[in-house]
T-cell receptor, first 112, second 112 residues
């Protein structure tokens, strides 16, 4: 598939370690924030979302943290596995707009 | 459900030719989105529809690009005439509401 990682921030972690991927968003009026995962040659896939009235949400092996004071979003992946290798995008949306605004993405590489 | 279906998966054409990309959204989803992804610009929203009506086409690069949604189960993105700078991966996504978008596998377009 197309390489989308040549100019992306890259995070390299050892298998089994925890990963933290960060994102700064722009619109303080956004109602919700979403993390997507894109594997090579595939379309982005929804992972987890969080509403603006929350500061933490947990899923299976993933946790999203929202800090509205500094407009910062993070995705934590516990016990990172080789299958987690992908490009991760944050997105924001809500308010009067019906679409999502995507960030540039971070490439996660998991070393066995 | 088979998910969002895009065709063709790959398209190679010569500059000046017309290109038509197709998308079948997930049944029952009211929203349909067209995105373009390149290494330089990341994931860009081109246009989105709600109940077959175009809501925001501000991301469409220029008049060479047009999109239609004649019914709830089909949409097209057309480029006429195509140019080498249009080379990218084009994604279609659908959703019951804007937040959780389901992406197709994309169409890789190469304009020579």
């Amino acid at each position: 598939g197309e390489s989308v990682g040549l100019h992306l921030p890259t995070l390299s972690v050892q298998e089994g370690d925890n990963s933290i991927i960060n994102c700064a968003y722009s619109n303080s009026a956004s109602d919700y924030f979403i993390w997507y995962k894109q594997e090579s040659g595939k379309g982005p896939q929804f992972i987890i979302d969080i509403r603006s009235n929350m500061d933490k949400r947990q899923g299976q092996r993933v946790t999203v943290l929202l800090n509205k004071t500094v407009k910062h979003l993070s995705l934590q992946i516990a016990a990172t596995q080789p299958g987690d290798s992908a490009v991760y995008f944050c997105a924001e949306g809500g308010g009067s707009q019906g679409n999502l605004i995507f960030g540039k993405g971070t490439k996660l590489s998991v070393k066995p | 459900d088979a998910g969002v279906i895009q065709s063709p998966r790959h398209e190679v054409t010569e500059m000046g030719q017309e290109v038509t990309l197709r998308c079948k959204p997930i049944s029952g989803h009211d929203y349909l989105f067209w995105y373009r992804q390149t290494m330089m610009r990341g994931l860009e929203l081109l246009i989105y529809f709600n109940n077959n009506v175009p809501i925001d086409d501000s991301g469409m690069p220029e008049d060479r690009f047009s999109a239609k949604m004649p019914n709830a189960s089909f949409s097209t993105l057309k480029i006429q005439p195509s140019e080498p700078r249009d080379s990218a991966v084009y994604f279609c996504a659908s959703s019951p509401e804007p937040r959780q978008q389901y992406f197709g596998a994309g169409t890789r377009l190469s304009v020579l």
